[in-house]
């Protein structure tokens, strides 16, 4: 009943550079919106430019048309254009304050009413100096020498933190700038080294050829099956792909797919009543006696709309059918004594959607995690993500059970983050991920694009996990071997007895 994953990309993102495509924890909020006859209008209110500097943004809004370009000192780059939109659609990706000097980016944070943080761009009377002119677009050609310059300035610019990875940027940038030839794969080095170097899994290319550049910070429990088949196989680990023959690889992926398999039957042997699973499978749940079981695999693609509809559409889909979906899952479990909630394998997604998922556990407001931005020489305002109690089906006064792991990341890291100052839950497991801010994505020329940290996200009182993770409050391996060998499951075993 587990999602299936892409074996390949599972294997192949252990190695150097994957061709796989990029599918990253948190989506940064694109607008959607449709052309519409040119006569259509937008107010006035909304015309000018609009941007977060913190996020490289700028609006560009006329009577009828809206550009979006991302910007540095020295590089701006057209992200889309839109042409003969209203007001009406505008609305739907953004929404304008009350005093009419700051519009609220809608898009991919939630709907107006519901949602997770989202950041403002402020008024301003012109463009940046850089998008004043020679503005590059997507079909823009640069050399690779000049890709590897605007890559370094925009990382300059708004990465999130050096000094975690004690990285000296500027000479890093410089010295992988050397070898950067007309050869693509000299670029790709250049990259893939930078990202060693700072360890966020939220750091990502994909190259216009479908190359996907990522380093995760810490090893996950499919790289954990990898190493333990290049182990059993005498294997050098990490694998190098050009050290691997096509047969090697169809090995690796059927030893992954096969012990996923195994994990899977392992849990589901816990249920001592129906297993069910709501419509997007990524929520199963069960009773287990009397403590409920219940796992989430994502935040994200819980949508049922068409793909051709924008982004709110689908934002209200998906909380929809959240939600719907939630209801019954607590209904369902509402006689048991206590519940386990497992993300041990939840990627991230989006934040509104662990928000959601939050409240049906709250009993009061409250201050789940706090964010801001790295902005310049300085930071965004702070912003506080509010967990607020449901006036749907909930599960409160009871004792809660979080399953984590290294694969717990992003948007699970800030439900877990959300879920920390409720006094009846107990996280168990390993340490999680670590990468806990938006994807600031970019649109590059040559069809490139780009995926970077640049946020802070702190705990409710203040402190800040990125690379180390959450920690937990007890510690149990992940599906062991010997877990798997066994036929249990250590997390569900400590969740039970932490509840019972």
Request: proline share 2%; charged share 20%.
């Amino acid at each position: 009943m587990r999602g299936n994953i892409s074996i390949t990309c599972a294997v192949l993102s252990a190695l150097l550079l994957t061709a796989c495509g990029s599918n990253n924890s948190k989506e940064q909020a694109n607008q959607n919106n449709g052309g519409n006859p040119s006569g259509s209008t937008i107010s006035a209110a909304y015309q000018g430019v609009w941007v977060a500097s913190g996020y490289a943004d700028v609006l560009e809004v006329t009577h009828n048309s809206v550009n979006y370009y991302k910007y540095s000192s020295d590089y701006c780059v057209l992200q889309a254009s839109f042409d003969g939109i209203t007001t009406a659609e505008l609305n739907r990706s953004v929404s304008l304050n009350e005093d009419e000097t700051a519009l609220r980016w809608i898009a991919g944070y939630g709907t107006d009413t519901f949602g997770a943080p989202a950041r403002e761009l402020s008024k301003e009377s012109a463009l940046p100096a850089s998008c004043q002119s020679g503005v590059l677009t997507e079909s823009s050609s640069l050399s690779n020498q000049d890709l590897f310059a605007l890559y370094s300035q925009i990382m300059q610019e708004y990465y999130v933190d050096f000094d975690r990875m004690d990285v000296d940027w500027p000479q890093l940038a410089y010295n992988l700038s050397l070898p950067v030839t007309n050869d693509i794969n000299t670029l790709y080095e250049a990259i893939y080294s930078s990202y060693v170097a700072l360890q966020d899994g939220h750091n990502s290319m994909t190259a216009a050829d479908g190359t996907l550049i990522k380093v995760l910070g810490k090893q996950t429990h499919t790289m954990d099956l990898i190493e333990e088949y290049a182990l059993d196989n005498n294997l050098s680990y990490p694998l190098q792909a050009n050290e691997l023959s096509a047969s090697q690889i169809a090995a690796i992926e059927a030893y992954i797919e096969n012990n996923l398999t195994i994990e899977q039957a392992i849990v589901l042997d816990y249920a001592t009543t129906e297993v069910k699973q709501d419509d997007s499978e990524q929520i199963t749940w069960f009773g287990i006696d009397n403590i409920g079981y219940v796992r989430i695999d994502s935040m994200t693609n819980y949508s049922s709309v068409s793909d051709d509809e924008d982004d709110l559409a689908h934002t209200t889909s998906a909380l929809e059918n959240l939600n719907n979906a939630l209801d019954q899952v607590l209904t369902d479990l509402s006689d048991t004594q206590g519940l386990i909630i497992d993300i041990r394998g939840n990627g991230g997604g989006n934040d509104y959607i662990s928000l959601a998922i939050a409240g049906r556990f709250a009993v009061t407001d409250y201050v789940g995690y706090k964010k801001y931005a790295r902005d310049g020489s300085g930071v965004t305002d702070t912003r506080e993500a509010i967990i607020q109690p449901t006036s749907m089906v909930s599960y409160t006064n009871k004792p809660l059970v979080l399953l984590v792991s290294a694969e717990t990341a992003s948007a699970a890291e800030a439900f877990t983050l959300a879920m920390l100052p409720n006094d009846q839950v107990t996280v168990i497991g390993t340490a999680t991920q670590g990468i806990f801010s938006d994807v600031l994505e970019w649109m590059l020329p040559g069809g490139h694009a780009l995926g970077l940290s640049n946020e802070v996200y702190l705990s409710a009182d203040d402190i800040w996990y990125e690379g180390s993770g959450i920690p937990v409050d007890i510690e149990v391996p992940n599906f062991s071997k010997s877990d798997r060998e066994s036929g249990q499951d250590s997390g569900i075993e400590a969740a039970l007895t932490t509840l019972m």
